[in-house]
């Protein structure tokens, strides 16, 4: 079967299963990266970003439209932390639809979750364990919806005490990345821990 007729899943399960088990320090030697300094601290997302440029190369055809995300499991194949996403500037959500929206069209996106697990002696040295081919189901989309159109409104309102928070155990949340006084300019959406958990988890 050649790539053309394969699937996302099938696609990304032949360019990283050859990387399966090896560790940060030993795909940065097999992959010939070089740091001026210390390793930065977007190493995945370096890691990755070469082994599809380098399966590329070697006639692999990438998916288009895929958003990468870099997730990181404790040695029982748990997530460590909810995912966070853009930065979302609040003039521009009160004057979106749903359906035209940066969050759904990011969420109803085909994603590759590269998975490293970390364990007592490798806290620093993870190990690439798997890479899988995901998409939200349409019923978590509406769900996603529901949030979108609460915090569309609190913005619209000029509430920004009543947001959905991590508090509140929903699918997704909203969190400040900067000062209380500038609340109002930036927000950025978080999928939340547990909903990685059921939908990450990693043996």
Known sequence: MNSLSKNPREIFADIFSKYYGKNL???IGELELQFEDKTPKNIGNIIIKNILNKAEKEGSVIPEGVIIKTIRVNEKGT???SMSFAQINYTQIVNENWEDSYLFKTLSSEFLFVIF??????KMNPTLTKAMSWRMSDEDLDLVSKFWELTKDNIYRGDFKNFITIKNN???HVRFKISTRERKSIWFCIIQREYCIRNCKTR
């Open 25 to 27: 320090r030993e795909l």
């Open 79 to 81: 997530p460590l932390e």
């Open 117 to 122: 697990k970390l364990s007592n002696n490798s």
């Open 170 to 172: 929903f699918i997704c």
